[in-house]
């Protein structure tokens, strides 16, 4: 992400639609500054520039695009997956297993201002592609178990082209983006609310004010998650980790 950030700083709208790709990151950063671990040649890393003609209308949108892309890539190159891979708030693609959710890839946004008007936005996706089991990162607290696309092909493991997967996701990327054929911001709000796995179920979120527990309704245009409490009220989580009790109930 930085080196995509240099080249916006460099050249501007002209930037709009370039794609960095890393075989390897040994500085990766995921939600919370945390760090994102893979290996050598197994994962699809990419930072993808939007600027200009494929700015969203709001940065919030930014992670919508990115997950609705990430999913219609997946879908495309393992047909085999299309009806499992999920959205997982705020940013995460996650697989529905038999043994429950686990997660794919990530999604960071970076979104650039001037002037207290949005100019870009970088698109930080990291996608396991093609680790086997020993190659995994460790579950964090409170974060789903990892996993790959290739370990989740039926009848065990199966490798992907990585370079099959990066232009199927450009393409989505272009879809979703360009000015003749994207979606509304309601379209995509409501496109990528379908896609999120778990609303219904309970939810503890820890926030800057404390942990807020209840049962996640839905989300806001802006990608805030809507959390309904035990007394009634709603309210609306725009960041902090947030929990999902998956054996809870809830939407699948």
Same mark, same amino acid.
């Given at each position: 992400?930085?080196?995509?950030? &240099?080249?916006?700083? %460099?050249?501007?709208?002209?930037?709009?639609?370039?794609?960095?790709?890393?075989?390897?990151?040994?500085?990766?950063?995921?939600?919370?500054?945390?760090?994102?671990?893979?290996?050598?040649?197994? $994962?699809l890393?990419g930072?993808?520039?939007?600027?200009? %003609?494929?700015?969203?209308?709001?940065p +919030?949108?930014?992670?919508?695009?990115? @997950?609705?892309?990430?999913?219609?890539?997946?879908?495309?190159?393992?047909?085999?997956?299309?009806?499992?891979?999920?959205?997982?708030? #705020?940013?995460?693609?996650?697989?529905?297993?038999?043994? $429950?959710?686990?997660?794919?890839?990530?999604v960071?946004?970076?979104?650039?201002?001037?002037? =207290?008007?949005? +100019? &870009?936005?970088?698109? &930080?996706?990291?996608?396991?592609?093609? =680790?086997? !089991?020993? !190659?995994?990162?460790?579950?964090?607290? *409170?974060?789903?178990?990892?996993?790959?696309?290739?370990?989740?092909?039926? *009848? *065990?493991?199966? #490798?992907?082209?990585?370079?099959?997967?990066?232009?199927?996701?450009?393409?989505?990327?272009?879809?979703?983006?360009? #000015?003749?054929?994207? #979606?509304?911001? %309601?379209?995509?709000?409501?496109?990528? =609310?379908?896609?999120?796995?778990?609303?219904?179920?309970?939810?503890?979120?820890?926030?800057?004010? @404390?942990?807020?527990?209840?049962?996640?309704?839905?989300?806001?245009?802006?990608?805030?998650?809507?959390?309904?409490? @035990?007394?009634?009220?709603?309210?609306?989580?725009h +960041?902090?980790?947030?929990?999902?009790?998956?054996?809870?109930?809830? %939407?699948?």
């Open positions: 992400m930085p080196i995509a950030r &240099g080249i916006f700083d %460099e050249r501007g709208d002209r930037a709009a639609g370039t794609v960095v790709i890393a075989d390897h990151q040994t500085a990766g950063r995921g939600r919370l500054d945390r760090d994102w671990e893979d290996v050598r040649g197994r $994962g890393l930072s993808y520039i939007l600027c200009g %003609e494929l700015m969203p209308e709001h +919030s949108l930014a992670v919508m695009l990115a @997950g609705l892309a990430v999913l219609r890539a997946m879908g495309e190159c393992c047909p085999r997956l299309e009806n499992c891979v999920r959205l997982k708030w #705020p940013n995460d693609v996650i697989a529905v297993a038999a043994g $429950g959710p686990v997660k794919l890839a990530g960071l946004v970076e979104s650039i201002f001037a002037e =207290q008007e949005l +100019s &870009g936005v970088i698109l &930080g996706i990291g996608i396991n592609v093609n =680790q086997r !089991e020993g !190659e995994l990162p460790s579950v964090r607290g *409170g974060g789903l178990p990892p996993s790959s696309l290739a370990l989740m092909g039926h *009848g *065990g493991y199966a #490798p992907i082209e990585r370079e099959d997967l990066l232009v199927a996701l450009c393409r989505a990327l272009d879809v979703l983006c360009a #000015p003749g054929s994207r #979606p509304s911001a %309601e379209a995509v709000h409501a496109r990528w =609310q379908r896609a999120l796995y778990g609303l219904g179920a309970a939810v503890t979120a820890h926030t800057a004010d @404390g942990a807020v527990r209840g049962r996640a309704v839905g989300t806001s245009a802006q990608g805030a998650l809507r959390v309904r409490l @035990g007394g009634g009220e709603t309210v609306e989580i +960041s902090g980790e947030v929990v999902f009790n998956w054996e809870g109930g809830g %939407e699948r």
